[in-house]
């Protein structure tokens, strides 16, 4: 072979092999910064990863908020109002977060099934429902139950 030839390919081969290296770690760091949003009844039947971080949301279950009068630990349970998944967080809930209200948690699902959340929104108005929780309340035909229509929750 050729010197320039012999040249001109290795410098093609280490340009390829950068390009790939490059394509390969921007993949890797992608994928462990994301978060999949799941609804209950995929958390109950299994679908959502354990130990993974994802994002969890519905309406919060009338009646299921337990405060401990100690801390600022508080336990919930998140309903698509076909299953429900219990919540633990601690920390500062916000301002609007109430029962029969619609949250999005973000955190890891244990072994035990529970949701142990390390951040909680709640929605910000009475016309607005996060995207992921109103599909997945019109999926489950419950959005009546949620006192929501379908269109204040979609705008």
């Known amino acids: 072979m050729h010197p ?11 340009l390829i092999a950068g390009i790939a290296l490059a394509v390969g770690l921007t993949t890797y760091a992608l994928r462990q910064n994301i978060n999949l949003f799941y609804d209950p009844t995929q958390i109950a039947a299994g679908e959502a990863p354990v130990d993974v971080r994802i994002r969890a949301g519905g309406m919060v279950k ?12 508080v336990e919930f349970q998140v309903t698509d109002f076909n299953q429900s ?7 500062i809930l916000p301002d609007l977060f109430a029962e029969g209200q619609g949250v999005v948690a973000m955190g890891r699902l244990d072994e035990n099934g529970r949701f142990v ?9 009475e016309n607005y429902m996060p995207p992921e929780v ?11 139950q949620a006192g929501e229509t379908v269109e204040a929750a979609t705008n």
């Open 85 to 91: 998944v219990p919540v633990q967080y601690e920390g």
């Open 62 to 73: 009338e009646g299921s908020v337990v405060r401990d009068p100690g801390s600022l630990k």
């Open 117 to 125: 959340a390390d951040q909680v929104l709640a929605k910000h108005d």
């Open 4 to 14: 320039i030839r012999k040249k001109r390919l290795t410098i093609v081969l280490f």
């Open 134 to 144: 109103a599909d997945s309340l019109k999926k489950n035909g419950s959005m009546g």
